[in-house]
């Protein structure tokens, strides 16, 4: 089996990898100014995805240009979330059915522009070509037979096992081991000769999630009592809904806006894909649905409560009119509850104490605190996975330290290393 890492390789964000030149496992978007996509757009047989989140599915429309049209496979959730972040990036970045951004020149690259690889006319045909799969539903893509296994990473998140004849291939996407809110635990095992797993929190230790939730549930009563207004910038997709289940578990009174809406009507849709339907629909009960515009924003966030908003890394959405209402006064709380990406704005708040918001460079007298929310494996649940796998090949993708992942895994008597972008193995 031969493979080609075409992004997610040493970085976190576009994943994109080739396997025998014929079936692409997600094609994916490195946010940021300007957004990064994969270093090569191929022509595969067929497309498989993992999940609906922009770092895995953000440029799959791209990939649907001119005469191509390869089946693009994905469970339900994923086929939904993909077609929402791909509406959301054409309007946010303003691009036409022909590809030209409204209202100035036309700036074409990967048929869409520099911003956006993609056309409208190119997110309808993802739907021409789409194909849903279940779980453990095995299914033919471009002469390999394929099996999804839920990964606990977001609904509707699958591990995908790839099967040419010769060699089996464990693609373990972005997963977890631990039981979330929203979904369960990743706990499949299928035989594999090679492994490529993420590698995000390889050095990192989980605390307790009932503890942090306790912490977050703790600071934020206590700052709505003290008179303030806390903003919980959170991803649309699985994180929005994961923190509105914890505000209804722990009484938390709190306004939901940005994208997370949408998503959040859309998962009651698939109720199989999540862990407790019952629960999710009481934490949609429980959160008010901001509707209005900035007007209403700004009164919200005078008001002594909690909302729950896009983006979870301060680079656009809602959170462009929370961040600058409730900056100033210290009692405020902004309560980041995700991975901060180098660059964000984000993460610059975190380190810094100010962050470049909607175009503008603002010092926050605001508190600022980051909750281990994360849909990730940590660096035990890593192990617990590839301790499965010991007399597999194991490729090490998707983090910010792979090589040295890498190499305690090699120091462990696994055969792994981390490739690079760009790199072809034989496999």
């Known amino acids: 089996m031969d493979v ?3 992004g997610g390789a040493r970085e976190v964000g576009r994943s994109a990898l080739l396997v025998n030149d014929r079936l692409l496992l997600d094609f994916g978007t490195l946010t940021g100014n300007p957004p990064q996509f994969p270093v090569e757009t191929p022509d595969p047989d067929a497309v498989v995805v993992s999940h609906g989140h922009l770092d895995h599915v953000g440029s799959v429309p791209s990939l649907l240009s001119g005469d191509r049209r390869p089946p693009i496979h994905w469970t339900p959730p994923t086929r939904e979330l993909a077609l929402t972040l791909a509406r959301d990036t054409l309007k946010l970045h303003g691009v036409s059915s022909s590809g030209a951004r409204r209202g100035s020149r036309d700036y074409r690259s990967r048929g869409g ?3 956006c690889p993609f056309t409208e006319e190119e997110v309808r045909r993802v739907t021409q070509v789409s194909e849903t799969h279940g779980y453990r539903e095995r299914f033919e893509a471009a002469g390999h037979e394929v099996t999804f296994y839920n990964a606990g990473h977001i609904p509707g998140s699958a591990h995908v096992l790839v099967d040419d004849g010769d ?10 081991t631990e039981d979330q809110r929203l979904v369960a635990a990743s706990t499949a095992r299928p035989d594999a000769d090679v492994v490529v797993c993420e590698s995000t929190y390889s050095d ?6 009932r503890r942090i939730e306790a912490q977050f549930a703790e600071s934020v009563r206590t700052t709505v009592w003290q008179g303030g207004t806390v903003v919980v910038p959170a991803f649309a997709i699985g994180r929005t809904q994961e ?3 914890v505000c209804e578990a722990n009484d938390v009174d709190c306004y939901v806006d940005g994208m997370g809406k949408e998503v959040t009507k859309m998962l009651r849709r698939h109720p199989e894909f999540v862990r407790d339907e019952e629960s999710l629909r009481r934490a949609k009960s429980n959160a008010r649905f901001v509707t209005g515009r900035d007007g209403q924003r700004r009164r919200i966030a005078d008001q002594n409560t909690v909302i729950v908003t896009t983006s979870g890394m301060l680079s656009g959405g809602p959170a462009m009119t929370y961040i600058p209402a409730i900056r100033s006064n210290p009692t405020n709380k902004v309560a980041l509850t995700g991975y901060q990406v180098e660059g964000t704005p984000g993460r610059d708040l975190l380190e810094t104490g100010s962050a470049e918001i909607d175009g503008r460079m603002m ?3 605001a ?3 980051w909750y281990d929310f994360s849909a990730h494996a940590d660096r035990d649940g890593l192990f617990e996975l590839l301790d499965e796998y010991r007399d597999a090949r194991i490729l090490v993708n998707h983090g910010d330290r792979c090589e040295a992942f890498a190499a305690e895994l090699d120091e462990r008597g696994y055969d792994a290393s981390a490739p690079s972008v760009g790199d072809s193995l034989t496999v």
Do not use: G
């Open 4 to 6: 080609r890492f075409l």
């Open 113 to 115: 522009t520099y911003d």
């Open 167 to 176: 060699t089996r291939l464990f693609y373990t996407a972005d997963f977890h």
């Open 204 to 209: 990192v230790h989980h605390e307790e999630r």
């Open 243 to 245: 923190m509105l289940l």
């Open 363 to 365: 010092p926050v007298s």
């Open 367 to 369: 508190q600022v605190e």
